[in-house]
C-alpha cells in the first residue's frame, strides 16, 4: 500500500466532512463532485478535491481563524464581513473556546460552517477546536 503525504491526509479528513452536507454549490443538472461522493475510493476524491483547490484554499485549510471575528463575545453581536474576511485566509478550523454562553457558540459556529459550506467555491466545512477550562463549564 502506498503511503498517503500530510497534504492528502487532511484533504480524507476534508472530504470525510463533506459527506454530511448538501451540496447546494451545485446545480441538479451537474454531475455530483468526485471529492463529495463517499462511494469513490480516497484516492480519487482527495485527488479531485486537490486538483480543484487554489493555493490559497490550501493556505486557508492550514490556518485555524478565530470565533471573535466573526461574534463579539461580550454583547454576541454578529460580523458578517469578520466572518468572509476570516474565512478567506483561516477556513480550515477555527478556535471558540470562550466564556460565553454555549448558544452563542453554536449559533457562532452554525453561521460560520454554513458560510463555508454554501458561500465558498468547494463547500468544505472547517473543524472547530474548543477549549473548555473549569470556568467554561461553571459559566
Given at each position: ?16 466532512f ?62 458578517y ?51 473548555r ?7
Amino acid at each position: 500500500m502506498r503511503q498517503i503525504s500530510v497534504s492528502a491526509t487532511i484533504a480524507i479528513a476534508i472530504a470525510g466532512f463533506c459527506d454530511a452536507t448538501t451540496d447546494r454549490n451545485i446545480n441538479d443538472s451537474t454531475a455530483r463532485l468526485i471529492y463529495k461522493d463517499p462511494s469513490k475510493s480516497v484516492e480519487a476524491r482527495v485527488s479531485d478535491l486537490l486538483s480543484r483547490m487554489t493555493i490559497e484554499d490550501k493556505t486557508a485549510q492550514l490556518v485555524q481563524g478565530d470565533f471573535t471575528n466573526w461574534i463579539n463575545t461580550t454583547s454576541n453581536a454578529f460580523n458578517y464581513s469578520g466572518l468572509v474576511e476570516n474565512m478567506a485566509t483561516k477556513a480550515g478550523s477555527f478556535y471558540v473556546g470562550y466564556a460565553v454562553p454555549q448558544q452563542w457558540i453554536a449559533d457562532g459556529i452554525r453561521k460560520a460552517q454554513d458560510y463555508l459550506v454554501h458561500n465558498t467555491t468547494l463547500g468544505i466545512p472547517a473543524f472547530v477546536s474548543l477549549f473548555r477550562t473549569e470556568l467554561m463549564r461553571n459559566f
